[in-house]
């Protein structure tokens, strides 16, 4: 049963989180959200709704809010659809446990897309703008705003 949620079910346990099942959805919708993740390590995850799933990196400094500033993102599993409205408490001992917080969301556009490079608009409270992801190596990439 390969599919692009394989790896989302095998980290968890959904009889003990509270966590959306690994269904996928196709909405018609591009909508994105940055949740304020209090794992072991804070981060925060940005997502974005794309071939039924979320497309998502942890970026443990937090999204650049300025042109210009330049933050790690770690590309993780994709995660399901309905995980775009999810916050609660996800239990001692599960995976990622810790408070789950929505930080922002809103929806967005893609610009240009290439295996090395992402480039986007968001329409969110906080983040507003042009936005860039850069593949760098492996799992990670750079997530900067874009001047102008
Ligand atoms: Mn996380």
Do not use: C
């Not at 933050?71 to 446990?97: K, M, N, S």
Request: without cysteine.
């Amino acid at each position: 049963m390969a599919g692009p949620l394989e790896e989302y079910s095998e980290k968890r346990h959904f009889e003990n989180t509270p966590e959306p099942g690994p269904e996928r959805k196709e909405t018609g919708m591009q909508r994105f959200v940055v949740q304020e993740h209090h794992a072991r390590h804070l981060h925060w995850d940005l997502r974005l709704e794309m071939e039924g799933v979320l497309k998502s990196w942890a970026v443990p400094k937090g999204p650049p809010e300025q042109p210009g500033v330049r933050r790690l993102a770690i590309q993780v599993e994709d995660h399901p659809v309905d995980y775009i409205d999810f916050e609660g408490e996800i239990e001692e001992g599960q995976y990622g446990a810790g408070q789950v917080k929505i930080w922002d969301s809103g929806t967005y556009e893609i610009e240009e897309r290439d295996p090395k490079k992402l480039t986007f608009v968001l329409h969110g409270e906080r983040l507003d703008g042009g936005y860039v992801l850069v593949h760098t190596r492996e799992n990670q990439w750079i997530f900067l705003k874009r001047k102008g």
